[in-house]
């Protein structure tokens, strides 16, 4: 069974920094490109960041571009989201998520066709 734990949330003040992790267990984790999903309360889900299998690609969307930086470490079965310059809008439940197919299944921008899920961790931006 596919695990992905997501941890690193927390409430900080605009202009701050987070890096959150994400672990999966259950799936050969390098065989998967993996991205990120946020949802705020009332707004629909939003994929803000993608990354392929090897790390050689990634993709973000503007909402976060050259503020947020993703990346993986596959000797770990780790995804990170490294998010600085945070802003109240940022303010939300993110999640991290793996490719539904693996090998085949990629990043289409900063969207990803997921299979798995993790539970979230809440980031709060204070103003």
């Known amino acids: 069974q596919v695990h992905l734990v997501e941890s690193g949330g927390g409430l900080v003040q605009a202009g701050g920094s987070l890096r959150l992790s994400c672990t999966g267990s259950?799936?050969?984790?390098?065989?998967?490109?993996m991205g990120w999903i946020r949802q705020a309360p009332g707004k629909e889900r939003e994929g803000i960041s993608c990354?392929?299998?090897?790390?050689?690609?990634?993709y973000y969307s503007d909402s976060v571009k050259d503020r947020f930086t993703i990346s993986r470490d596959n000797s770990k079965n780790t995804l990170y989201l490294e998010m600085s310059s945070l802003k109240p809008e940022d303010t939300a439940m993110y999640s991290c998520?793996?490719?539904?197919?693996?090998?085949?299944?990629?990043?289409?921008?900063?969207?990803?066709?997921?299979?798995?899920w993790g539970q979230g961790t809440q980031v709060t931006v204070s103003s």
């Open positions: 259950g799936l050969r984790f390098d065989a998967y490109a």
């Open positions: 998520a793996a490719a539904r197919h693996p090998i085949f299944g990629t990043c289409s921008g900063p969207d990803l066709d997921a299979g798995y």
């Open positions: 990354i392929t299998t090897s790390g050689v690609r990634r």
